[in-house]
């Protein structure tokens, strides 16, 4: 696309370069904030795992423990009563004589085996699917300029798929495997053609976005078909609606961008 804006002044040089260096800064704070989030999400895996380990270890040792009342005996063990006592032989005064007491232990009662745990059934239905069958998501697919669109819905989800650089036929090859399952989806929000005005060819353009939409109908037919842009051109006082390329909308133009999506999606 030709650069149609007339040459800056210096002082208009002076309120871009301030902008950018607004945007740099606020590019590494999020950098920075993102470094410190990383270490702590390391240092909590660090302790998960070792608390991983160390549960695992014990659950180990539990189980290769045995009872001692499961030992096999060869023979009684000897109790404290056996000891060895001298006593006189009886009916006459003799030399003392040695005698042994062997007694044998009481064999311990073998305990039975502790029953089974009992099982019980937990039901996985959610209990949330009946309200979840009155909501229907919506879908926006586009070029790089819907990077950053974030829409809503009073009731499901709006998902964002966009693919940089691509033309309208390039969405369009996109759309069966986006709308796969289109009985959950509502509409579809169209936003393309920015890299085709390029070429400056309006009946191939118009050709290739009725091609679009027959390929949305056939693939879903009852999905509602919404086309967004193409976005205003840049023009001087709505800077910050544009990042510096002059093309792609900054993140005020992106929330811009997304609130009239919103209210778009919440009026049909």
């Known amino acids: ?137 919506a879908v926006i697919v586009g070029d790089s300029i819907v990077r950053y669109v974030r829409a809503t819905l009073a009731k499901g989800k709006v998902h964002t798929h966009c693919f940089p650089g691509a033309r309208v036929l390039d969405v369009s090859a996109q759309i069966p495997a986006i709308l796969k399952d289109g009985e959950s989806v509502g509409a579809i929000v169209l936003h393309a053609g920015v890299n085709d005005t390029r070429l400056r060819q309006t009946e191939v353009l118009k050709r290739d976005f009725s091609s679009l939409m027959e390929t949305v109908r056939s693939t879903s037919p009852a999905t509602r078909i919404i086309v967004s842009g193409p976005l205003p051109t840049y023009r001087r006082g709505h800077e910050r609606l544009f990042r510096a390329d002059g093309l792609h909308p900054s993140r005020v133009g992106a929330e811009l961008l997304s609130d009239n999506i919103s209210r778009t999606l919440r009026s049909i």
């Open 1 to 137: 696309m030709a650069n149609l804006c007339p040459p800056l002044s210096a002082g208009e040089d002076t309120f871009e370069l301030h902008s950018l260096q607004l945007e740099l800064e606020a590019v590494e704070k999020q950098i920075q904030e993102l470094l410190v989030r990383q270490t702590e999400l390391r240092e909590r895996r660090a302790a998960l795992e070792s608390s991983r380990v160390s549960i695992q270890r014990d659950t180990n040792t539990l189980t290769t423990s045995t009872p001692c009342a499961s030992l096999p005996r060869s023979r009684a063990p000897w109790t404290r009563s056996s000891q060895m006592s001298f006593t006189p032989a009886p009916g006459h005064h003799g030399p003392w004589v040695q005698q042994q007491r062997k007694t044998r232990a009481r064999p311990r009662p073998r305990t039975s085996p502790p029953p089974p745990p009992p099982v019980f059934e937990i039901s996985t239905r959610n209990r949330f699917a009946p309200l979840r069958e009155t909501e229907r998501d």
